[in-house]
């Protein structure tokens, strides 16, 4: 299982996005975890601009202000993820 945890510092900017997902199609991940998003949401669109792979969960904590922001996607068929709320 490849799992990668990064610190974006922000996901506003389509460039951004782009280089965020070019570099993680690059790897074969099963599991993302970003950082420092910067959105206060995160919808289907949005997820599936930053990663590309057709059947992925997702889950995420907004930003508050100008700061913070989760955002952790997973391929189902390799991992469990229990969500608690």
């Known amino acids: 299982m490849k799992i990668i945890s990064w610190n974006t510092r922000g996901l506003g ?23 420092e ?8 669109r949005f997820v599936g601009s930053v990663w590309t792979v057709r059947n992925k969960e997702w889950t995420a904590l907004p930003a508050s202000g100008a700061s913070g922001g989760i955002l952790i996607i997973w391929t189902p068929k390799n991992c469990v993820v229990r969500r608690r709320y």
Not at 17 to 35: T, Y
Not at 37 to 44: A, G
């Open 37 to 44: 998003t910067k959105k206060v949401k995160c919808d289907r």
């Open 13 to 35: 900017s389509r460039n951004k996005r782009r280089v965020v997902k070019d570099f993680l199609r690059s790897e074969n991940l099963d599991v993302v975890m970003i950082q």
